[in-house]
């Protein structure tokens, strides 16, 4: 059984022994670091591998997405939780854009932390589709598509090589247009299940954690086309 490596970043004590206790009863868990000091989390990162970072969003010490931000670039396989305070579009926004694979707010169960660690620590993305089906959150992360193709469209080469079947690049295209598991299940005729392993399989090839990076990788090579609403 492989061991689950955990930096937890939280300012309150009681959550944060509350959070070890939880991890810590899971047998396979390892608390790597605690901290709430940007430089810190970020040696923690270099030197200790964590597979999992859980980031409290209401950090007053230093910014909770811009430590998330980091940590990814230091750690791209890193898998980051936010938990925060309360439901915030804003803030799932933001975590999106750093490419958090969770986003759950702090009152929890332990259960469910436990069972959230152990998914993303596997890879797993649970932002869940009907978040992102949200229509003005949607649109807000399909302009941050178009952003980040047009900053790099005169700096990168394109490869119109792609490892992807064209299967896989058709559901990348629909999940391009803000389109839900379920939705593209309905509109290609195939079933949910089917839809979920193609998008693993997109992940696998890609070397990528979750949906919006792999959206953006291909379309930074070209592979899919960004359509106007």
């Not at 931000?69 to 750690?75: S, V, W």
């Not at 992807?164 to 391009?176: F, G, H, K, Q």
Request: charged residues 30%.
């Amino acid at each position: 059984m492989e061991t689950i490596r955990v930096i937890i970043i939280d300012e309150q004590p009681l959550f944060r022994e509350g959070i070890r206790a939880t991890l810590q009863r899971m047998g396979d868990c390892e608390i790597v670091g605690e901290s709430t000091d940007a430089a810190d989390v970020l040696e923690i990162a270099r030197t200790c591998n964590p597979d999992v970072a859980l980031i409290d969003a209401g950090l007053t010490s230093s910014d909770p997405l811009e430590i998330a931000r980091q940590m990814r670039h230091t750690a791209p396989r890193l898998a980051i939780i936010i938990l925060t305070p309360s439901e915030d579009e804003e803030r799932l926004f933001q975590s999106i854009k750093v490419g958090a694979a969770a986003y759950t707010t702090r009152n929890i169960t332990s259960e469910e932390l436990v069972d959230t660690v152990r998914k993303v620590s596997h890879g797993e993305y649970l932002i869940r589709d009907d978040v992102l089906a949200k229509p003005q959150l949607a649109s807000r992360v399909l302009k941050s598509f178009r952003e980040l193709t047009v900053e790099e469209e005169e700096t990168e080469q394109k490869d119109l090589y792609s490892p992807l079947s064209s299967r896989e690049v058709e559901i990348l295209d629909y999940i391009a247009r803000g389109n839900s598991n379920k939705e593209i299940a309905k509109s290609l005729k195939i079933s949910d299940q089917t839809v979920k392993n193609h998008i693993t399989s997109i992940l696998k090839k890609l070397s990528v954690n979750d949906r919006t990076a792999a959206v953006v990788h291909a379309l930074r090579h070209g592979w899919i086309k960004m359509h106007d609403e």
